[in-house]
């Protein structure tokens, strides 16, 4: 290898080593969500979840990762996928759903949480004043800070489900 592309490896390497200790600081916030997450579940709540533009694609796969599970023995959770469209969050939700939203823009949670609906958001070295919960990638590289938000759903995932189960057991 060329001087050049070292370089380029090694400020790939960084800056994805800095995304991953960020996402170690978050860890305490996803927990956070995640036993918020599993009260709303047990209480009959569903999950919503909303991504604008190629965060709707990012917003499927919300929905099928808790409506599908793929440990044997996990429930399926409902939740449901609203595309690109957060404004149907108010129409389909209800005050024990959990409205979840991918790379949100500014107002896309207002409604819901005004509903009274748990609203967790996974933004970009953002902050998001209409939601509960602010999970944030803290990467300047989108495809590094969408990587850390699949890494985060798939936590909140595992976790919602770890909840549910201590709070079955006691």
């Given at each position: 290898?060329?001087?050049?592309?070292?370089?380029?490896?090694?400020?790939?390497?960084?800056?994805?080593?800095?995304?991953?200790?960020?996402?170690?600081?978050?860890?305490?916030?996803?927990?956070?969500?995640?036993?918020?997450?599993?009260?709303?579940?047990?209480?009959g709540?569903?999950?919503?979840?909303?991504?604008?533009?190629?965060?709707?694609?990012?917003a499927?796969?919300?929905?099928?990762?808790?409506?599908?599970?793929?440990?044997?023995?996990?429930p399926?959770?409902?939740?449901?996928?609203?595309?690109?469209?957060?404004?149907?969050?108010?129409?389909?939700?209800?005050?024990?759903?959990?409205?979840?939203?991918?790379?949100?823009?500014?107002?896309?949670?207002?409604?819901?949480?005004?509903?009274?609906?748990?609203?967790?958001?996974?933004?970009?070295?953002?902050?998001?004043?209409?939601?509960?919960?602010?999970?944030?990638?803290?990467?300047?590289?989108?495809?590094?800070?969408?990587?850390?938000?699949?890494?985060?759903?798939?936590?909140?995932?595992?976790?919602?489900?770890?909840?549910?189960e201590?709070?079955?057991?006691?």
């Amino acid at each position: 290898m060329e001087g050049g592309d070292v370089e380029v490896l090694d400020e790939i390497r960084a800056g994805r080593e800095a995304a991953g200790m960020a996402l170690v600081g978050e860890v305490g916030a996803v927990a956070e969500a995640a036993a918020a997450m599993s009260g709303r579940f047990r209480r009959g709540g569903r999950l919503l979840a909303v991504g604008r533009a190629e965060a709707a694609a990012d917003a499927a796969h919300v929905a099928v990762e808790f409506t599908h599970p793929v440990i044997v023995g996990k429930p399926a959770l409902p939740a449901l996928c609203l595309g690109a469209e957060p404004a149907l969050l108010p129409i389909w939700g209800r005050p024990q759903d959990i409205a979840v939203g991918v790379r949100p823009a500014v107002g896309d949670l207002a409604a819901a949480r005004s509903l009274g609906m748990l609203t967790v958001a996974l933004t970009v070295n953002a902050t998001c004043a209409e939601a509960d919960h602010v999970l944030a990638a803290r990467s300047a590289d989108p495809l590094v800070a969408r990587e850390i938000h699949v890494t985060m759903y798939h936590l909140l995932w595992e976790l919602v489900h770890v909840f549910l189960e201590s709070e079955a057991q006691t």
